[in-house]
């Protein structure tokens, strides 16, 4: 079986993607798979696909400028048009049984041409509100897989369109799970005594989280000799986080880490006592599969704010801590943070309300069933 896979820009398009591969490719060795994504530099499939082992095309696209007069989306038609034809051209020279999209700007074209082409097709939308190319191609495809229920309501399907959306969960990169947390401590020096925060702001880095995060290092190396804090500036914002984290009061701490990104992070996640992270919906998969607890700051530069309802979904539950982006300059972190460091009778209580409500351990087995039937034409 060949298979054409479609996503990219952030991580959040990119994992969902890998997480399908490799579990269909755990299934079939002998299946063939080629990603798709675009060539913007700074799209995260150009470094996560190869690291994972797959082959990565490019499609030339690009998405539209704000405001919507800027001079430069003048030339969208053209840039659109050239996408499809790429497109077309990558589906014809490998012939795939199948194209799965999970969003990001060369989903669209790739997934709407192999449509024309009558190939089967599927997306999957792994936040409460769907993106612009899971829209974009919504009518055209056979499937249709959400994570949130309330999707299938904001997709706008009507009728018989309606039965091709299909509720899995989100797909799952392998290792998460794989490891108990005393073998991540244990990979990762930690004592067992050390409470570990693990910090992220997403793919690409998110400068104001990354500045809270230093003044929060500052306070573990200050007055928390218990605890280890390990964060991920992302590789746009390292260097200038490294310079701030390099000339404050943390600087030289052995408890206090940065690296530009997470490689491991089945590994680190496993070890962590509390995650402070944004609120991506493979990010809360992956808190809810570990029973983790959990320090939210939405990203307020996403479609809609979907961010913001994923992390006010876990709050409602009592599964997780809201911190939004405007208060991280007013202390708002820390004063999340802090108690919840000193109360590890509410972690466990916070981390086993998440995984009770929230996770979806068989996701990637039902994906997977419902994308082989499918491309067999047994769906």
Not at 206 to 224: F, P, Q, S, T
Not at 311 to 323: E, M
């Amino acid at each position: 079986m060949r298979i054409l896979l479609t996503g990219g820009g952030t991580a959040g398009h990119v994992n969902p993607a890998l997480a399908v591969a490799d579990a269909l490719r755990a299934r079939d060795p002998e299946t063939q798979f080629l990603f798709a994504a675009s060539d913007m530099p700074r799209d995260k499939a150009n470094d996560l696909i190869p690291r994972a082992g797959y082959e990565l095309r490019h499609i030339h696209i690009r998405g539209m400028r704000s405001p919507i007069v800027h001079p430069a989306n003048l030339a969208l038609p053209f840039i659109m048009s050239r996408a499809r034809r790429q497109a077309r051209a990558l589906i014809r020279a490998f012939s795939p049984d199948l194209i799965i999209g999970t969003g990001g700007f060369a989903c669209w074209p790739v997934v709407a041409e192999g449509a024309a082409l009558g190939i089967p097709t599927a997306v999957h939308e792994s936040n409460a509100l769907p993106g612009k190319a899971i829209m974009q191609v919504r009518h055209r495809v056979d499937r249709i897989f959400i994570n949130f229920p309330e999707t299938a309501d904001r997709l706008d399907l009507t009728g018989r369109e309606r039965d091709r959306i299909i509720r899995v969960g989100n797909p799952i990169l392998p290792g998460f799970g794989a490891v108990s947390r005393a073998d991540a401590r244990k990979q990762l020096g930690l004592a067992p005594d050390e409470v570990s925060v693990l910090a992220f702001g997403g793919s690409l880095g998110a400068e104001r989280l990354n500045d809270a995060l230093v003044a929060l290092a500052e306070r573990v190396a200050r007055d928390l000799p218990h605890v280890t804090l390990t964060f991920a500036a992302g590789k746009r914002d390292y260097d200038r986080t490294a310079a701030n984290l390099k000339g404050s009061a943390a600087a030289g701490c052995p408890r206090v880490s940065l690296l530009d990104y997470f490689y491991d992070m089945p590994v680190r996640m496993a070890a962590a006592d509390l995650v402070v992270s944004r609120a991506g919906a493979m990010t809360v998969s992956e808190l809810s599969l570990l029973g983790k607890a959990a320090v939210l700051v939405p990203s307020p530069y996403v479609a809609d704010n979907h961010q913001l309802r994923n992390a006010q979904a876990l709050v409602r539950a009592g599964a997780g801590v809201c911190v939004e982006e405007d208060g991280l300059l007013g202390g708002a972190l820390e004063r999340a943070v802090l108690p919840l460091l000193a109360q590890s009778a509410e972690r466990a209580a916070m981390g086993q309300r998440l995984q009770e409500g929230f996770a979806c351990p068989d996701a990637n087995e039902r994906l997977c069933g419902e994308l082989l039937r499918l491309a067999r034409g047994q769906a």
